[in-house]
């Protein structure tokens, strides 16, 4: 749709599509279906040559006369490209209950952080709550008060954010936190073993269970929209 | 894939529930000069943008405007979904936004150059309206403005 909007203007589009049975009935001017599962448009990560090949393919279709224009990509996914079924908190279970100190375990986590920023050029995608990296221990802490009935308040908050989105994205940086320090420490987990790590080993994924627990006994919509969000 | 008999179930009904737009023909205009002379921006679903900006809410129409110039350090993902694998992008930004790639294509001559100026939307947008009628034409202007020749759109 967004690719009809631009072209109508004169700029010619190519999309990558994941989803060829939507492809098929929006017809954007040109679209090249790849056989990848959603959050790999263009393959693989860390894989250059077969992102380039993705690419060329995209841009070669600019060179057709008329359109619209469907193409596949001239090459199947290899096995283990398969989207795994989806993993979020209430799924996994808590094999005999998680007791560790979430602040604790957050400072720790840091630190394994801080290597995974040294090895990645500084590549995070933390950072959408605005509240700093080495605040963390008092944002899970803040969590956890919240969790048991406290106000969720952290200083340094984005005066226009309100309280449930600012969890949410609080919650996001956390799992952003946990998530690159388990990439580190296992390169070539998939998402969904990080999925029942996070939610089934660490403090951290209970504070944010009983987090999304208060959030989600609010009459306020927003309230539990921020509960769906922070669980998964 | 996800073709779509290889995603989980659950998955599967929730691709196939979203509203789609059936057209039968497409707008279509011919690049007016050869790919290796073309400015080529980036126009992406995935939800990106700098770490400064405000960050998408669910089912917002706005878009944000990422600077060619911006290091892939500072780019962020507001989308989170278990509908799709984070790990991907948190290894590697060009799994979802190529910029590195087309870096390299620009300096092999294969395009023209980079725009100076890309764009983000946030993904799994039901109701899309707006997108269509304003923060869609806006941004087309945009590039426009930018001299860009070609747009690039990838969705996560």
Redesign the interface.
Known sequence: ??????????????????????TE?????RALFV????????????D?EL??RV??A??DL??A????VLADLPED?EPG????????ASAVPTAGGVTGDAVAETKDVLRAHARWLADN????????SGIPVDRFPEVVDTLQRFAAGGDGNVSGRPADVPLP?FIR?AA?DL??LY??SC?LARPN????D??RWFWGETAAGQVLRRVRDRLDASDDPAWK?AAF?VA? | MPRLDRLPEASRKAVLGLPVKVNDTAPFVRPARPLAACRVALVTTAGLHRRADRPFTPGEQGYRVIPSSTPAADIVQSHTSIGFDRTAILRDLNVTFPIERLRELAGDRVIGGLAPNHYSFMGALRDVATLEGESGPDVARRLRDDGAEVALLTPT
């Open positions: 749709m967004l690719a009809r909007v631009i072209e109508a203007h004169g700029i010619a589009t190519t999309s990558i599509s994941l989803v060829r049975e939507h009935k929006l017809r954007p001017p056989p990848f599962p959603f959050g790999h448009a263009l393959g693989r990560p860390n250059p992102q380039h690419l060329t995209a841009l600019l060179a006369p008329a359109g619209p996914a490209d398969e989207t795994p079924a989806p993993v979020q050029d500084g590549r995070t995608i933390f950072g959408l989105a994205w996001d799992k952003s998530w690159e990439l987990v998939t998402g969904t990080v999925a929209a969000g998964r």
